[in-house]
């Protein structure tokens, strides 16, 4: 790895690790190797958000040419957003693209995604199924998003009847994930869910 | 009255001169969103001229403390750095790279000119329809308020 992007990785750990939002638990950083190209971002859901309570693990990977390039940043914890894959964990957010600065630093862009979470972007989609659901429904999209953050991030609000309604599907030979994916995807119409999964 | 071309912020054609149909493709490309659609402003903006970059000035470091945004090493006392003219300091060598990418400030955005030519239309071009928006305001004020 070229020495500017090792060095400044170091800097910006240190800076990570003694900033107040560390302190507050809101943000976290751990290394994955010694060399300083792949690391562990964990943010907490924002309070007032159906994320809320949940901890979201990302997986970041910083390029030879960092801090000229962005780094590639996705979510390893499953989460149900308008603007990050359900599928893949992929997400979309511009200064992850193209209004990436060279001034930026692994803080500011966990503190955007944490914002991310608190303010969706529908009309930028990475999921278009979430996408819809979220301009078509908030509601239901809240309480999917919260249960979501219930079952994969540690949140705390369970959701019996969507709980009740997977049970029917795995019960079917449905593997677990797959079936809350078809529910969440049709408003947890459990016939359509069904119908789709089976057909 | 007022000149037709005065209000409209543009410029007769001199004699002997044609219509420039590029600011014309650019005019139509923008009144229908279609830099969006081609996802024009999706990319990095082009890099900064080259002359631009030569131009900006060096100042020293007298201070100690001080650090640059871009490696984040603090400047050794009495080295150079580069002043963009948003007034923002970096080492040169980490200024010159970026800018070799796109036009703007690490730190704010300032955009530099650049040697595309396409994209200076583009800009000169979302000013002036910004200038235009205003115009207009600004006379429905005078009429009406």
Request: charged share 25%.
């Amino acid at each position: 790895m070229a020495n500017i992007a090792a060095q400044r990785i170091k800097r910006e750990f240190k800076e990570v690790i003694k900033s107040e939002e560390v302190a507050k638990c809101a943000i976290k950083l751990e290394l994955v190797n010694d060399s300083f190209t792949e690391l562990k971002g964990e943010i907490a859901g924002p309070p007032d958000t159906p994320y809320e309570g949940g901890n979201f693990v990302l997986e970041i990977k910083v390029p030879e040419t960092y801090p000229f390039n962005p780094p590639k940043v996705r979510f390893v914890t499953k989460i149900w957003h308008p603007n990050i894959s359900s599928v893949t964990g992929a997400i979309c957010l511009d200064i992850l693209k193209d209004q990436w600065a060279a001034a930026m630093t692994l803080r500011t862009v966990l503190l955007s995604l944490q914002a991310l979470l608190s303010a969706a972007e529908p009309d930028d989609p990475q999921d278009a199924v979430v996408a819809k659901q979220y301009k078509e429904n908030l509601e239901m999209f809240e309480s999917t998003a919260r249960h979501w953050t219930n079952i994969y991030a540690g949140g705390p609000d369970l959701n019996k009847d969507f709980n009740d309604k997977i049970r029917k599907l795995v019960e079917m030979g449905v593997e677990e994930h797959q079936a809350r994916v078809a529910l969440s995807s049709y408003n947890w119409d459990l016939e359509r869910a069904t119908e789709q999964l089976f057909s | 009255m007022a000149d037709y071309f005065q209000e409209m912020g543009w410029s007769p054609l001199a004699e002997g001169e044609a219509p420039n149909h590029l600011l014309h493709l650019v005019r139509l490309f923008i009144d229908y969103n279609m830099f969006e659609e081609l996802g024009e402003t999706q990319r990095l903006p082009p890099p900064a001229s080259i002359e631009a970059v030569n131009n900006l000035p060096e100042v020293s470091i007298n201070e100690e403390g001080k650090q640059c945004p871009v490696c984040l090493k603090d400047y050794e006392k009495g080295s150079s750095a580069v002043k963009m003219p948003c007034d923002h300091l970096f080492h040169p060598e980490c200024i010159k790279r970026w800018l070799t990418k796109t036009n703007s400030c690490p730190l704010c955005r300032h955009e530099l000119p650049t040697d595309d030519e396409n994209y200076e239309a583009y800009r000169k071009e979302k000013i002036r329809a910004k200038q235009r928006v205003n115009d207009i305001e600004n006379l429905h004020n005078c009429m009406f308020s």
